[in-house]
């Protein structure tokens, strides 16, 4: 304040219009800088948000590469087992993957979800795990060099009962999923049996797009 003060009144005017022409440019700049931000659209910035992760997904993944690492699992590899879980299963939905107990999508889910389910239906009998346990010993935790347990241990009748109770289960249940069919009570019927059913969709599929104008001219009447 002191050297202030001291300056001329020259050297104070000058000091003055700087200083005013910096705030007017400042202004002038924040002013375009909010009309440019009005002319773009609504959700630009999460456009640009998203842009931005984009790339820096893409420099991951080229660096990942370059290193010979898979960009997958080291990208999952920073983030907790949840959110992993999260991301597999909109990736399915997103795919169109059905998962679920009733109608699993592939050999690997179905085999997954009946293991599920056994285990959910098992009864476990302790007393008899921890009298097995200690009439085994150290054979109670076999390894791939354990012989000594062949021809120890009989099944009991019950034990065979209920394997044989699952396995007609599973059959049962697989008769089920088997004899399934979707069916349109609205739809046309186009078929004279499942297989010809099958065979109308595939065609349809393949040819229906190019032969569409002649199927409604027929039905019309007006194909001549």
């Given at each position: 304040f ?7 009144f ?5 000091a ?7 705030i007017?440019?400042q202004?002038?700049?924040a ?7 009005d002319?773009?659209?609504?959700n ?7 842009l931005?992760w984009q790339?820096?997904?893409?420099n991951?993944?080229?660096k990942?590469i ?5 960009p997958d699992?080291?990208?999952?590899l920073t983030m ?8 597999a ?11 679920g ?9 179905k ?7 056994k285990?959910?239906?098992m009864?476990p ?12 010993g150290e ?10 347990l062949?021809?120890r ?5 019950e ?6 109770a699952?396995?007609e ?12 069919r ?7 019927i ?25 199927k409604q ?8």
């Open positions: 002191a050297n202030y003060c001291m300056m001329s020259n050297d104070r005017l000058k003055l219009m700087e200083k005013k022409d910096s007017t440019k202004n002038r700049e002013v375009i800088e909010e009309k440019k931000r002319t773009l659209p609504t630009w910035e999460n456009k640009r948000k998203r931005e790339e820096a997904d893409e991951f993944k080229e990942c370059e290193e010979g690492v898979d699992r080291a990208k999952y907790s087992a949840d959110i992993v879980d999260r991301i299963a909109k990736k399915r939905r997103k795919a169109g993957i059905k998962v107990a009733d109608d699993p999508s592939d050999f690997a889910s085999s997954y979800y009946k293991y599920l389910r285990t959910r239906a009864k009998n302790l007393a008899a795990y921890r009298s097995q346990k200690s009439k085994l054979l109670a935790f076999p390894s791939a060099d354990s012989i000594e062949i021809g241990e009989n099944d009991t009748q034990q065979v009962d209920r394997m044989a699952e396995i289960s599973d059959l049962q249940r697989r008769n089920r999923n088997k004899n399934r979707t069916y349109d009570k609205d739809g046309d186009t078929y004279i049996n499942e297989k010809n059913k099958r065979y109308n969709e595939r065609l349809e599929r393949f040819y229906g797009k190019h032969t569409r104008e002649i001219n027929l039905e019309r009447g007006t194909a001549l």
